[in-house]
């Protein structure tokens, strides 16, 4: 199956400072997905972005499907943009099957 | 509900006692997501229903697990002779599209904390 692989493993930043959180992945992809998991546990759906370049407030994100590789940026970091963040990608002929990264571990100090 | 519900929220099991986790997907979600999420990993695969039917139950570990929906709304994940290693937090997930991830906004629940000792 496709691996999903993250980096870093673990950031720690100061409040205002940006960011750039990195996914490979190892197969072509039709399904790319970020999530936000909060020190409570729950998963938080942040973009769909299987190519291209979507923003969000001060969150944006890339995939460069022929190499193989996405990026989060969080500019302007905020100290409720700690948690862990995951990337999860499938394959177009097995859609339900989404595999995970092992996530990055952001803190962001005050 | 506004959004997918899991209960119990923590679960302390003696090793070879049977538990059930619950899963109440968001109102209308036809696909509904079992994963698995061990300490400092990311969520692992479990099984996947469309409606009552599962379609893959690829990612279950082992015989011991076993996933329904009955009705096409809640789920429920048992798990039968807990060992140790099923410690792990038990997330479930529910999306409007009917073919899986595609291109709709995932929800998952807060997830089912289980303990094995």
Same mark, same amino acid.
């Given at each position: 199956?496709?691996?999903?692989?993250?980096?870093?493993?673990? +950031? $720690?930043?100061?409040?205002?400072?940006? &960011?750039?959180?990195?996914? #490979?992945?190892?197969? %072509?992809?039709?399904?790319?997905?970020?999530?936000?998991?909060?020190?409570?546990?729950? +998963? $938080?759906?942040?973009?769909?972005?299987? &190519?291209?370049?979507?923003? #969000?407030?001060?969150? %944006?994100?890339?995939?460069?499907?022929?190499?193989?590789?996405?990026?989060?940026?969080?500019?302007?970091?905020?100290?409720?943009?700690?948690?862990?963040?995951?990337?999860?990608?499938?394959?177009?002929?097995?859609?339900?099957?989404?595999?995970?990264?092992?996530?990055?571990?952001?803190?962001?100090?005050? | 509900?506004?959004?997918?519900?899991?209960?119990?929220?923590?679960?302390?099991?003696?090793?070879?006692?049977?538990?059930?986790?619950?899963?109440?997907?968001?109102?209308?979600?036809?696909?509904?997501?079992?994963?698995?999420?061990?300490?400092?990993?990311?969520?692992?695969?479990?099984?996947?229903?469309?409606?009552?039917?599962?379609?893959?139950?690829?990612?279950?570990?082992?015989?011991?697990?076993?996933?329904?929906?009955?009705?096409?709304?809640?789920?429920?994940?048992?798990?039968?002779?807990?060992?140790?290693?099923?410690?792990?937090?038990?997330?479930?997930?529910?999306?409007?599209?009917?073919?899986?991830?595609?291109?709709?906004?995932?929800?998952?629940?807060?997830?089912?904390?289980?303990?094995?000792?």
């Amino acid at each position: 199956g496709i691996q999903v692989e993250q980096s870093p493993p673990d +950031l $720690i930043l100061q409040e205002g400072a940006n &960011s750039t959180l990195r996914c #490979n992945f190892s197969d %072509s992809v039709n399904n790319l997905q970020w999530f936000h998991q909060n020190p409570w546990g729950q +998963l $938080i759906n942040l973009f769909y972005i299987p &190519s291209g370049t979507k923003q #969000n407030g001060r969150l %944006s994100a890339t995939t460069v499907a022929t190499e193989r590789y996405s990026l989060l940026y969080i500019s302007s970091s905020q100290t409720t943009d700690s948690g862990v963040y995951f990337c999860a990608a499938s394959y177009e002929y097995n859609n339900n099957d989404m595999r995970f990264g092992a996530g990055t571990r952001l803190t962001v100090k005050p | 509900g506004a959004g997918v519900s899991q209960s119990p929220r923590y679960k302390v099991a003696k090793r070879g006692q049977d538990v059930a986790l619950r899963c109440d997907p968001i109102s209308g979600h036809v696909s509904l997501f079992w994963y698995q999420q061990a300490l400092g990993q990311g969520p692992e695969f479990l099984t996947y229903f469309q409606n009552e039917a599962q379609l893959d139950k690829s990612g279950l570990p082992s015989d011991r697990f076993f996933a329904e929906r009955p009705e096409g709304s809640v789920s429920t994940l048992k798990i039968q002779r807990t060992q140790q290693e099923d410690s792990a937090v038990y997330l479930c997930a529910s999306s409007l599209a009917r073919l899986g991830w595609d291109r709709n906004t995932i929800y998952f629940g807060e997830g089912s904390w289980l303990t094995v000792v």
